[in-house]
């Protein structure tokens, strides 16, 4: 495709997003953010009540900071949530709190009720002037090269509505992904579990409980709204759906000698687990985004996560092409960078599904007696049996360390924080290179900077929806690097970092920024910064034509 702005063909909106789930409510409020026209329309007539998925990782909460929405969502949330691992008669203390992860604002997962979610973003919203249209099915859709035409149902009734582009966020059971005929491949897994928002008696309310045992695995998650619990175990093969209160007591019963008591259940389900990924991510006009494009297990809380950082990934590229400001070739780098994520996501949560599930006696001897051992270590846990915590012997404190290690790096993994676009054509690493921090491709490590006396953050600094370019350290010269810069004036902001007052610069006297940045305080350097909080460039020193050409040929930024 060439270069160069849509010319408007009687469009009614820039985007249609079809599905108001975490994904798509992330995406509408991302458009919100850029000024873009969009319409949400959701098939289902109301807004859903059950807590579906419960936990927020860190980089979501990132991406959905510069609309002001985490702040809102850590309030509701639980931000310091502990688990307990049974067995039998033992129990391991847990923390998901990673206190060593310092460059982001959220170093914790936050436990909210997907409901809350969605009804905080939709909220938002509607208070922006664009609330969600429920009852509105997608039956039809055409591509032509002004955009798509769109047809929609809603009682009995069609309309057309004529879109630039169509966002599928539709779920599973994509229309968007059917009507476009993207394949969606991979498998099904034979389990069957049950779920319920419901009351328990028995378990202290402070913490997650997960009961690991032979049959497999058992969790209780305090979420509050609409239910004080949230409850998963595997049934066994022909239990009934929805599965009955006394069915999930069975259930339970086959996890723990001392079942915890099951009462007032707000709602019950069953599901099975599927992993699989479409082909593709985009149809010409039509991208898939979330569950559309990928689901697989819960393991690891990454599904709902991954739909918000997709949609964070494709809102700034619609953006930047439907106002001129980029050129078309810059929206096939969401397929791009997108779906290696999913399917690495995919890849890690079947390993840990089937650890978790498997009848394989092998497996389920280490899922009994040597995971909860490395859980222990690698989590910071201590084994209680009949109340009291057990010695660790001189070996294991000897592990203490290389466990904080191992913590550290598994929190940041399940925090999605280590994702990365390294290989992307938008990932450009210039001369003269520099030789440690974070390469382009990652997320900006967040640290606390002042600007004007006031303090302020990194991610802060830099959340407004443009391209930041960060030039870093003191330099007499940057005059000509930000002259260079002058034709993108419509698309780019410029910083300055630096270790002492300058005026307008973002002053780290800490030096943890530049540490973060794998720089030494003061070094001079210069990043490019992508809206969704990715480095684009990065590069040592000031001359800016490694930075220009990025701009010009990488990102296909249009001047002015």
């Known amino acids: 495709m060439a270069s160069g702005p849509f010319e408007p063909e009687n469009d009614e909106v820039d985007v249609l997003i079809v599905g108001a789930g975490p994904s798509g409510l992330a995406l509408a409020v991302e458009l919100q953010r850029f000024g873009i026209r969009f319409r949400i329309i959701d098939r289902e007539p109301q807004a859903v009540h059950e807590s579906r998925a419960l936990a927020i990782q860190p980089r979501s909460l990132e991406v959905l900071a510069a609309s002001g929405v985490a702040a809102e969502l850590v309030e509701l949330g639980r931000s310091a949530v502990q688990v307990s691992l049974h067995l039998g008669e033992r129990e391991l203390p847990l923390t998901l709190y990673a206190g060593a992860v310092r460059d982001t604002a959220y170093p914790y997962l936050l436990f909210l009720s997907q409901a809350e979610t969605e009804r905080v973003l939709g909220r938002h919203l509607a208070e922006g002037g664009v609330p969600v249209e429920r009852g509105y099915r997608l039956v039809a859709l055409q591509q032509n090269a002004g955009g798509v035409r769109c047809t929609i149902e809603t009682g009995g009734a069609t309309s057309t509505v004529r879109a630039r582009f169509v966002a599928g966020c539709d779920g599973a059971h994509s229309a968007v992904r059917h009507l476009t005929g993207l394949g969606f491949h991979g498998t099904a897994f034979p389990q069957t579990f049950g779920l319920a928002d419901l009351e328990v008696d028995g378990l202290p309310a402070d913490r997650v409980h997960a009961f690991l045992s032979a049959p497999g695995i058992l969790l209780f998650f305090p979420i509050e709204s609409p239910a004080s619990w949230r409850m998963i175990v595997m049934l066994p093969t022909g239990s009934p759906d929805p599965p009955s209160l006394p069915t999930l007591q069975a259930a339970i019963a086959r996890h723990t000698a001392s079942p915890p008591r099951l009462h007032d259940p707000v709602w019950t389900a069953t599901f099975s687990v599927n992993s699989r990924h479409a082909a593709r991510f985009r149809a010409g006009r039509a991208f898939l985004v979330g569950d559309a494009a990928h ?99 001189r070996d294991e404190r000897g592990l203490r360390a290389v466990a904080a290690a191992l913590r550290t790096a598994a929190f940041r993994t399940v925090a999605e924080l280590n994702i990365n676009y390294r290989h992307s054509p938008l990932s450009v690493e210039g001369t003269p290179s520099l030789q440690h921090g974070p390469m382009a491709g990652r997320r900006l490590p967040d640290a606390a900077v002042l600007l004007d006396g006031r303090e302020t953050t990194l991610h802060q600094a830099l959340a407004a929806p443009f391209v930041h370019v960060l030039l870093c350290g003191a330099s007499d010269d940057w005059e000509q690097v930000t002259g260079r810069l002058d034709r993108w004036t419509g698309v780019l902001r410029v910083h300055r970092l630096a270790t002492s007052d300058a005026p307008g610069a973002l002053i780290d006297s800490s030096g943890d920024a530049f540490r973060r940045l794998g720089l030494t305080p003061g070094q001079v350097a210069q990043l490019v910064v992508r809206p969704d909080g990715h480095i684009g460039y990065r590069a040592a020193g000031f001359d800016p034509s490694g930075l220009a050409l990025y701009l010009r040929r990488s990102m296909r930024l249009s001047p002015r």
């Open 295 to 393: 689901i697989h297990s819960p393991a690891g809380a990454q599904g709902m996560n991954t739909g918000i950082q997709d949609a964070a990934n494709l809102a700034w590229k619609l953006a930047f092409v439907l106002r001129g400001q980029a050129g078309r070739e810059l929206l096939a780098t969401y397929d791009t960078e997108r779906r290696p994520v999913a399917r690495q996501v995919i890849r890690l949560t079947n390993r840990a599904f089937r650890v978790a599930t498997s009848s394989n006696p092998a497996v389920r001897f280490i899922r009994a007696r040597i995971a909860p051992r490395i859980a222990a270590l690698v989590l910071g846990g201590r084994s209680r049996r009949g109340g009291q915590p057990a010695r660790g012997g």
